[in-house]
Nanobody, 119 residues
Framework: QVQLVESGGGLVQAGGSLRLSCTAS????????MGWYRQAPGNQRELVAA???????NYADSVRGRFTISRDNTKNTVYLQMNSLKPEDTTVYYC?????????????WGQGTQVTVSS
């Protein structure tokens, strides 16, 4: 069984910073792409940033230049450093990882962490 556990969300003023972390645990053979998504009420879940096992990254246009995704493969952990936060960044952020358990590869999701940016 595989779990993704997120941490680091919270309340911050506009212009401030937060760092999200997500650690995968369980029966893991390898982890491919890892990413962060967000979903506001009534909206579809959207990609914020993603990173491959080799370190290649991509970002949503709305966060490029403000957010940085990174990962520590030795800890099965992905991070999202969020700087210059805006009120419109307020929503729930979800960690995602494509994990090979040795019995196949599938996508796993974290439980979500709330980020609130006050104006």
């Amino acid at each position: 069984q595989v779990q993704l556990v997120e941490s680091g969300g919270g309340l911050v003023q506009a212009g401030g910073s937060l760092r999200l972390s997500c650690t995968a645990s369980g029966s893991i053979f390898s982890i491919n792409r890892m990413g962060w998504y967000r979903q506001a009420p009534g909206n579809q879940r959207e990609l914020v940033a993603a990173i491959t096992s080799g370190g290649s990254t991509n970002y949503a246009d709305s966060v490029r230049g403000r957010f940085t995704i990174s990962r520590d493969n030795t800890k099965n952990t992905v991070y999202l450093q969020m700087n210059s936060l805006k009120p419109e960044d307020t929503t729930v952020y979800y960690c995602n990882a494509n994990i090979n358990t040795g019995r196949g590869t599938r996508a796993y999701w974290g439980q979500g962490t709330q980020v609130t940016v006050s104006s």
